[in-house]
């Protein structure tokens, strides 16, 4: 019973190292995708849309791949003459 609760405690101390910088890539990626809908989006029904590549990009975010669906949601914001937000 010890040895359970040992390896238990050992998971939960060294377990959110990972998810912690995921987790901080993940809601950048989420505020960059939000950025994107909002001021880059078109208007169709009287709702932002984000273009295809942008939903793409927020797809792959949405997936844990953050690597891919950064730079891709930056450089519309960039080329739309946007300052990133803080990281």
């Given at each position: 019973m010890k040895r359970h609760l040992?390896?238990?405690a050992?998971?939960?101390?060294?377990?959110p190292l990972p998810s912690m910088a995921q987790g901080g890539d993940a809601a950048?990626?989420?505020?960059?995708g939000e950025l994107v809908t909002k001021y880059i989006g078109?208007?169709?029904?009287?709702?932002n849309r984000?273009?295809?590549?942008?939903?793409?990009?927020?797809d792959r975010c949405d997936h844990g791949d953050t690597a891919a669906g950064i730079p891709i949601l930056?450089?519309?914001?960039?080329?739309?003459?946007?300052t990133l937000p803080p990281r």
């Open positions: 040992f390896l238990l050992a998971l939960a101390v060294f377990s950048y990626c989420a505020k960059l078109k208007q169709i029904n009287g709702q984000p273009d295809s590549e942008s939903l793409v990009a927020m930056e450089k519309k914001l960039k080329s739309g003459g946007f």
